[in-house]
């Protein structure tokens, strides 16, 4: 730890402190409590909102635009593969072992230093409003959707998900369908009744092999994928009912509104989402932090797996330390040094 900058140490002690918190979603309270008091030890003011916390920079001007920095403080629950405990966290060489550690404690910790370099810079070239959000693991209600008209007038957000520190300027949203097709129970035995599962089975071929027209240059096409089926009570019996799952995964060119219309003019059977506000999400190429990002050596993307971004109304990427292909599995991992760099990058992103 000694080869790191006296920011990345800081990070990696909060964040050893944090792993050492469980803090499953919707179980945030201790890890939210110990933000709040390490905050108000380090002279600030932050606001809190359920297991929400967030700070806003000291040094406010009104001719800069304002970025949120925003990374979650929950975990997923560990999965039955770890070695290690996954609450203890274990320094190993440059890896610092423990659930959340990439996803998102590291993003976290980086984006607070980041904060803490920043918020009161003449150079800086954003307001910045730092967000510890909950819920995320779970698109919960009480997470960063709770707090967004709370939060001063935002332009831009900034996710601090593990991607290699590379921008994904776009990532797919998401849609859950229930999926109901109906029938008229009769007896196997005899040429009677009318088996729903054979209906379903058509409505199931449909979801396989739809094509949406509209096919995104970073996230490609509209992804639809059945996931769950259950039907009928005993072997003799034609079932009149057939339940299954859709998992819809969205590009930027549609909202779930439009795929759901689109999806119940072509099934012939009930459809009924779980949700629709999980959107994807997306910021232009263009956008002047995206230059910078791309001056700077990043290399824009698109990415396939859901964040707090899909909750937010304005434009905003995804950029942190860690590998997303670590997250949500056994011995989970982040490296100090990605942490370091990380941090280096973010303050030379969003100087002037």
């Known amino acids: 730890m000694s080869q790191l900058s006296a920011s990345a140490r800081e990070a990696a002690t909060l964040l050893e402190r944090l792993i050492a918190i469980?803090?499953?979603?919707?179980?945030?309270?201790?890890?939210?409590?110990?933000?709040?008091?390490?905050?108000?030890?380090?002279?600030?003011?932050?606001?809190?909102?359920?297991?929400?916390?967030?700070?806003?920079?000291?040094?406010?001007?009104n001719d800069r635009p304002t970025l949120l920095l925003n990374a979650h403080i929950d975990t997923v629950k560990p999965v039955s593969g770890w070695v290690r405990d996954p609450f203890t966290p274990m320094l190993e060489g440059d890896c610092l072992y423990g659930l959340g550690s990439n996803d998102c404690g590291g993003g976290l910790v980086a984006l607070l230093e980041t904060f803490f370099a920043l918020e009161a810079s003449p150079q800086a070239a954003y307001n910045l409003v730092w967000l510890a959000s909950c819920e995320e693991e779970v698109s919960g209600k009480g997470g960063i959707e709770s707090v967004i008209g709370l939060l001063p007038p935002i332009d831009c957000a900034m996710v601090g998900e593990p991607t290699g520190m590379q921008?994904?300027?776009?990532?797919?949203?998401?849609?859950?369908?229930?999926?109901?097709?109906?029938?008229?129970?009769?007896?196997?035995?005899?040429?009677?009744?009318?088996?729903?599962?054979?209906?379903?089975?058509?409505?199931?071929?449909?979801f396989r092999t739809y094509r949406f027209a509209k096919v995104s240059p970073l996230l490609g096409e509209v992804k639809m994928t059945t996931t769950i089926i259950q039907a009928g009570t005993q072997h003799n019996v034609v079932p009149d009912?057939?339940?299954?799952?859709?998992?819809?995964?969205?590009?930027?060119?549609?909202?779930?509104?439009?795929?759901?219309?689109?999806?119940?003019?072509?099934?012939?059977?009930?459809?009924?989402?779980?949700?629709?506000?999980?959107?994807?999400?997306?910021?232009?190429?263009?956008?002047?932090l995206i230059r910078r990002i791309i001056a700077l050596g990043g290399r824009p993307y698109g990415s396939p797996t859901l964040s707090d971004q899909a909750l937010m109304p304005w434009s905003s990427l995804k950029m942190g330390p860690g590998d997303s292909a670590r997250s949500h599995t056994a011995d989970e991992f982040i490296c100090l040094s990605e942490i370091d760099d990380a941090i280096s990058r973010y303050c030379a992103i969003l100087t002037d």
Not at 31 to 54: C, M, Q, T, V
Not at 191 to 196: K, T, V
Not at 251 to 278: F, G, M
């Open 22 to 61: 469980p803090s499953i979603s919707r179980e945030e309270a201790k890890s939210a409590d110990f933000i709040e008091d390490f905050l108000i030890k380090k002279g600030y003011k932050p606001r809190r909102h359920g297991h929400n916390i967030w700070l806003q920079s000291s040094l406010w001007r």
């Open 167 to 206: 921008p994904a300027i776009a990532e797919k949203g998401l849609m859950v369908l229930d999926v109901t097709a109906h029938g008229r129970s009769g007896h196997a035995a005899r040429n009677e009744g009318d088996n729903a599962i054979y209906h379903a089975i058509d409505a199931i071929m449909w």
């Open 241 to 288: 009912r057939c339940t299954f799952t859709v998992d819809v995964r969205s590009n930027e060119c549609y909202q779930n509104t439009e795929l759901l219309d689109e999806i119940r003019k072509n099934v012939q059977a009930d459809v009924c989402p779980r949700s629709t506000r999980l959107n994807s999400s997306s910021i232009s190429i263009d956008h002047p």
